[in-house]
């Protein structure tokens, strides 16, 4: 099992700069995938960005250049600069644990980012 715990959002203004960090209950190494995911007001649940346990990164195209992923031992973070105010939504914290007997998703419970002057 995995627990995951979102911080760092909150209210910014348009061109600022807020970073994420999600904690994990287990090493970021033995986790298979982590990513971030957002959904804003009426809208679908979106990936934003992912890292694999191969250390690969992605991001969705409306971020890339802006969001970028980092990670310690047991913690990702999310730095997110020039914010617009369609960046508004609550940011999500996922990550993948794989067993022999197979693979389970989980998820944090979110921390809300406001965009707006």
């Known amino acids: 099992q995995v627990q995951l715990v979102e911080s760092g959002g909150g209210l910014v203004q348009p061109g600022g700069s807020l970073r994420l960090s999600c904690a994990s209950s287990r090493s970021i190494v033995s986790l298979s995938a982590m990513e971030w995911y957002r959904q804003a007001p009426g809208k679908q649940r979106e990936l934003v960005a992912g890292l694999t346990g191969g250390g690969t990164t992605a991001y969705a195209d409306s971020v890339k250049g802006r969001f970028a992923i980092s990670t310690d031992n047991t913690n990702m973070f999310l730095q997110m600069n020039s914010l617009t105010p369609g960046n508004t939504a609550v940011y999500y914290c996922?990550?993948?644990?794989?067993?022999?007997?197979?693979?389970?998703?989980?998820w944090g419970e979110g921390t809300p980012v406001t965009v707006s002057s």
């Open positions: 996922y990550a993948r644990y794989c067993t022999p007997y197979g693979c389970l998703p989980y």
